[in-house]
């Protein structure tokens, strides 16, 4: 079979190559390995799927790693606000939250995967499901792309959007990466981010595994995890502290949840934790649950509300343990009780206000790839150009998306890379394309 353009990886940022490329008139074949495409997309957002977010360019970089700058053009070129015209001009509205992120407003992610799938069959191109690409080699013509089933594709120009090794359920097992270092790319090691942080204790004996720090989510929790499983705690600090250093300070919304710690401020330091911990750092997670309150401020409240709970009449018969239970729901969600008695079986009134200003936990380890949102590294950008998304060591071949050693944050940011990359690989090849002509 024989095509303009061949997209490996019918994901994000291969969906909208494939649209670009095709508006300007290129014949694109999309292969995704899986039954359909977009697999990824359809789990973002806990099925919501935040597909950008509005901030400018100024704002939106700091949320990009390690080199942001890489992004600029792609950015540019097919910003944020063009993510969601593209969506409107297709028929799928959005709705604009909290910190700038945009949702379908239908909050179906299946209606993202729909409208990208869309609009690549009305810009004339293909999407082959079920077509695993087993190997791509340099031809003479351009790219030779066999696939599992023995069919080879013959193209010009070649986009590779893989994805990363994230969720390898939804197709994501990191087979880009190979394919790119055998054409001569260099691959910056890979790592999981946006992922939970283990906390020492929360999950039972059975330790790391696959590699440094890395913690199944399938290790059941312990009695400590079982107490603090399912807390939803807004607006803490959280200050990460490596070989006994400050390293980043955050402020925000955690959860506790089966894999450890997460929620958009857990998922925020989780990239330099791992980093951290793979590199053999010790970690520490300090939670501020009273910001906004002065160490000093906070301590005269807590004495004021003991004072109050002696002087209680229906006190007097409680043991000193259900006072200060009656004390902490005065402070914290009930919920959260149970289990910082647990880490804190001791807590008496004159230390109860350090605790609640810093609350330590040792990080013991990381969920891996089977759960982690993003993978951070992957094909160096030093070997990519940033004004095309093609190769600098083999003409005609593109990269988009995740497969590149950029990731950011949770909230929108990694969508519009993909998108903003993906776009400008496919418009590119299929210039570069009309060029050649």
């Not at 270092?181 to 790391?208: D, N, Q, R, W």
């Not at 079982?226 to 919304?253: C, M, R």
């Not at 009656?326 to 008695?341: A, D, Q």
């Not at 050693?405 to 998108?419: I, K, M, P, R, S």
Request: aromatic share 8%; charged share 25%.
């Amino acid at each position: 079979m024989k095509t303009d353009i061949a997209v490996i990886g019918g994901g994000a940022s291969g969906m909208i190559a494939a649209y670009a490329a095709g508006k300007c008139g290129a014949k694109v074949t999309v292969l995704e390995k899986m039954p359909r495409p977009g697999r990824k997309i359809m789990i973002s957002g806990k099925g919501r799927c935040n597909v950008t977010n509005l901030k400018d360019w100024n704002s939106f970089s700091g949320h990009i790693h390690p080199k942001a700058n890489f992004l600029k053009n792609a950015f540019y070129n097919f910003t944020s606000a063009d993510t969601v015209e593209f969506f409107k001009a297709h028929g799928l509205e959005t709705v604009t939250e909290r910190g700038d992120r945009v949702f379908p407003a239908s909050y179906r992610a299946m209606d993202v995967v729909d409208t990208l799938q869309d609009a690549v069959k009305k810009a004339g191109g293909d999407i082959l499901t079920g077509a695993e690409a087993a190997d791509i080699c340099k031809s003479q013509e351009g790219f030779t792309v066999r696939l599992a089933s023995g069919e080879v594709i013959a193209a010009k120009k070649a986009i590779i959007a893989t994805g990363g090794l994230s969720y390898p359920g939804t197709g994501s097992t990191g087979d880009g990466y190979r394919w790119a270092e055998t054409l001569g790319h260099e691959i910056k090691h890979c790592f999981p981010s946006l992922t939970a942080l283990v906390p020492a204790g929360y999950k039972t004996a059975g330790g790391p595994s696959q590699s440094r720090g890395h913690i199944s989510r399938e290790t059941p929790l312990s009695d400590l995890g079982k107490a603090l499983i399912g807390n939803q705690l807004k607006n803490v600090g959280l200050t990460v502290k490596i070989d006994g250093n400050t390293a980043e300070e955050e402020f925000g919304d955690i959860d506790f949840t089966d894999g450890g710690l997460e929620g958009p401020a857990g998922f925020k330091i989780s990239r330099k934790c791992v980093k951290a911990i793979e590199n053999g750092s010790k970690v520490y997670i300090c939670l501020d649950l009273k910001p906004a309150v002065k160490a000093e401020s906070l301590e005269r409240r807590i004495q004021s509300l003991w004072e109050e709970i002696i002087a209680d009449p229906r006190s007097k018969k409680k043991s000193g343990r259900e006072r200060m239970q009656i004390l902490l729901g005065k402070l914290m969600p009930v919920s959260l009780i149970r289990g910082f008695l647990k880490f804190f079986p001791d807590a008496d009134v004159r230390s109860l206000g350090a605790r609640l200003k810093n609350w330590e936990f040792r990080i013991a380890g990381y969920v891996g790839y089977e759960r982690c949102v993003v993978t951070a590294g992957g094909v160096s950008t030093e070997e990519v150009s940033q004004k095309t998304m093609e190769s600098k060591l083999v003409p005609g071949l593109y990269f988009a998306g995740e497969i590149l050693d950029l990731d950011g944050d949770t909230g929108g940011y990694n969508l519009q890379t993909a998108f903003s990359t993906g776009f400008l690989a496919g418009e590119s090849a299929a210039k570069a394309l009309a060029q050649d002509k």
